[in-house]
């Protein structure tokens, strides 16, 4: 975008303003009620079911429905809940939520009642920063109702919800840095232009994957919805949440996978820009036509989502923490170098694009070469370790090398087992029967 539009951004008149927020944030409920639809939907017909088809023609009125009825439900307070804090944090998470829409770009200038205006809220020359800024502070809401709820397991879903979302917001900001670089700006109507007439997708590749698996661990969707694993901490941060308060909570999760999916869309797959072959047409990307190729992406995204979610096996949590910390992290900082690098050499050297591209690819098959090294090293040291362990299991047992009096597996022998006594010194008594009870102590 020129700086003329940009500054066109904000000097529309206080009504035309107000005509904005409220169809934004009727176009979030609306994508919300129909994501819920979507979501069951497909999800059924991959699991051979049929879904909601009973309210409304197809099912379409389920969603609202089930609004309704959380609205009505009688709600349950804890009674060692800390009122104020409570009833607090689910108005932060939905709250944070809608505001992150404000620099969302949904088109070019089109006339709205006489008026010149572009279809943004508003925009200025941090905004990409103003998103990452009001997604930490919907981590507040989370936290906060996983204290107050004055219990065990919402506290827990509540720090690793916290933990989560901190750690792969590092990954998500730095997968940025490169959109940055080569749009010269991060203003998200200008990131959009920039990207004629190729997507950041494409050229920037890498950033766009981190991307991508930032988002599904930043709104808590499976296979990252480790902080509401069912079978470990019940439903996470709002276990003791009910009625309204509860629906909050739900509708401020898919409209963050709305706001996610609506800022890949900006940064790396042309925002608004109608696809080619469409990008033919003289007139598809003026008027209100951007709208649709924009709601056609975002619809895209969360469409991975839900595939993502009927597809793919919980993770561990510290398989999902290590992930991130020691895989996207090192990956985005390499990256941003390479394309740092890349970026001067091409401004201040003499340098080809084919010999920029064939450095780059060296670069790649080198590093490719370096992680393969150490994979294989990596799992070399577990094979040696497993092959201990098989050959430590097929010998003799040892009922108390725990600390804790344990079975034998089956072909295990049970020969020793030990025991302190008062004094501390340690006694070994040798066993000649399997199904002796274990020594006490």
Known sequence: ??????????????????????????????????????????????????GP????????????????????????????????????????????????????????????????????????????????????IGIYGIVLAGWSSGSTYPLLGGLRS?????????????????????????????????????????ILLPSFLIYVTAMVGETNRAPFDLPEAEGELVGGFHTEYSSLKFALFFLAEYINMVTVSALATTLFLGGYLAPWPLSLWDGANSGWWPMLWWLVKVQIFIFVFIWLRATLPRMRYDQFMKFGWKV????????????????????????????LLIGGAALIVLLLLVSWLLQSRSDRRENARAEREQLRAQGEF???????????????????ASRRDNAGITIVQERSDVTQEAIDG
Do not use: C
């Open 162 to 202: 916290s933990a989560q979302m901190i750690s792969y917001e590092i990954a998500m900001g730095l997968s940025f840095v490169a959109v940055f670089l080569y749009a010269g700006s991060m203003s998200t109507s200008a990131i959009v232009i920039a990207q004629q007439p190729i997507w950041y997708a494409i």
């Open 328 to 355: 996207l992290i090192p990956v985005s900082i390499g990256w941003i170098l390479i394309v740092a690098t890349a970026r001067v050499m091409r401004d201040q050297v003499s340098i080809t694009n084919n010999e």
């Open 53 to 136: 088809n009973r309210v409304g023609p197809f099912g379409l009125l389920q969603s609202l429905m089930d609004g309704i009825k959380l609205a009505l439900k009688e709600e349950i307070i804890p009674k060692g809940a800390h009122l104020a804090v409570y009833w607090i944090a689910p108005v932060i998470s939905a709250t944070t939520a809608f505001i992150a829409f404000a620099v969302i770009p949904f088109g070019p200038t089109v006339s709205m009642f006489g008026v010149q205006t572009p279809l943004q809220l508003t925009d200025f020359p941090v905004s990409v920063l103003y998103v990452l800024a009001i997604a930490s």
């Open 1 to 50: 975008m020129t700086d003329s539009q940009l500054g066109a951004v904000g000097l529309d008149p206080w009504w035309l303003v107000l005509i904005k927020v409220v169809a934004i944030f009727a176009m979030l409920v609306l994508l919300t009620l129909f994501t819920i639809w979507w979501e069951r939907r497909v999800v059924a017909r991959m699991q051979h079911r049929v």
């Open 398 to 416: 040892d009922a108390m090398a725990g600390g804790y009096p344990v079975p034998p597996m089956p072909g295990q022998q049970p020969i020793f």
